[in-house]
């Protein structure tokens, strides 16, 4: 469960004009000419996907305090919505199979939900695991699901009633950035709504939200639906960049690694989701292409950021940005 001194939910104004910065970068990356720019807009398109990943998980990690250790299944499973969904000889419309996806994934959450939210502590992190392996071995060994060689999408949706060509990694790009900023600000809006400030409630004293007459086994599950919903819109992206799904997009890996994005961001802003995404995914490839042994600098590697900053890497920016203000 994460305490209420782990969460950052307000920045300091210094750090919302580098994100601010940091989101034009984005916008403006495709203009700047350079070599390989189209390995750099996949690099970055998935690095933005793995953002709306981590953000739904924040939903529940950061401020609801639910540490779910099986959110890659809904990532998972919206990948394997469309690639069933899809044609063998065209391609499938955008704008019925990305909702029908993100349903998809929020209705495994919400009936998974509805059994697991009734446990608490580590039994939550060990039936949220179950959960995952039940379902990731449910398509691992059954050869009509795609088996463990997963399954090819050989058409990216259709997006051409609204002038958009997904198969141009460009148009991708900028789909995926409005997908991302639309998520960010939805999620945002409900962190600050009732909604929201009764799930922080839940996470910094259950018993005395459920004391005052709040319904807590509610909220938590449409929370978990929610971020189940948005993990399956993430899935969804991801399937249709990479054309390829396999039951590994579901295994236990991508769930711890979405736990430490949000870990390494700063948990309760969405925005710290965000900056642990391209942060993790960044040190990641630096890393692999550094040694064979990249993992073990890599765990080296989030051992030092939780020591040295326990809320993230927006959490130092906020302690850099105290520390200037109490300067004379």
């Not at 991302?180 to 910094?204: C, D, E, H, M």
């Amino acid at each position: 469960m994460s305490s209420p001194k782990a969460t950052l939910e307000k920045l300091p104004r210094g750090v919302q004009v580098l994100l601010g910065l940091g989101a034009l970068a984005l916008a403006a990356f495709p203009f700047v000419p350079m070599e390989g720019r189209d390995f750099y807009l996949q690099m970055l398109t998935q690095m933005m996907i793995l953002a709306i990943f981590a953000m739904s998980l924040d939903l529940l990690q950061g401020v609801t305090g639910l540490v779910s250790l099986g959110h890659a299944a809904y990532f998972g499973l919206a990948g394997y919505a469309l690639a069933f969904l899809t044609p063998a000889d065209n391609p499938i419309s955008l704008w019925w199979s990305l909702p029908l996806a993100a349903a998809a994934s929020g209705l495994a959450a919400l009936v998974i939900g509805f059994f697991v939210v009734r446990t608490h502590g580590i039994y939550f992190i060990m039936v949220t695991m179950a959960f995952a392996q039940m379902i990731y071995f449910l398509f691992f060994d059954n050869k009509a699901l795609g088996g463990s060689d997963g399954i090819y999408v050989y058409f990216k949706p259709d997006a051409t009633a609204v002038g958009l060509d997904l198969e141009d990694k460009t148009h991708f790009y900028y789909f995926t950035l409005v997908a991302l900023i639309g998520v960010y600000l939805l999620l945002r809006r409900i962190l600050f709504s009732p909604f929201g400030r009764a799930l922080s409630g839940i996470r910094v004293n259950e018993h005395r939200m459920r004391a005052v007459g709040f319904g807590t086994f509610g909220y938590k599950l449409a929370a978990f639906t929610l971020a189940g919903t948005l993990a399956g819109v993430a899935g969804y992206l991801w399937a249709a960049q990479t054309g390829f799904v396999n039951p590994e997009l579901m295994g236990f890996h991508m769930s711890a690694h979405a736990i430490m994005m949000v870990i390494l961001g700063g948990m309760g802003n969405f925005a710290g989701a965000i900056v642990g995404a391209f942060a993790f995914e960044y040190v990641m490839h630096f890393f692999k292409d550094l040694t064979k042994h990249w993992q073990l600098l890599m765990g080296t590697f989030i051992v030092l950021v939780v020591i040295v900053a326990p809320r993230g890497l927006l959490g130092l920016g906020e302690r850099f940005a105290a520390r200037k203000g109490d300067q004379p």
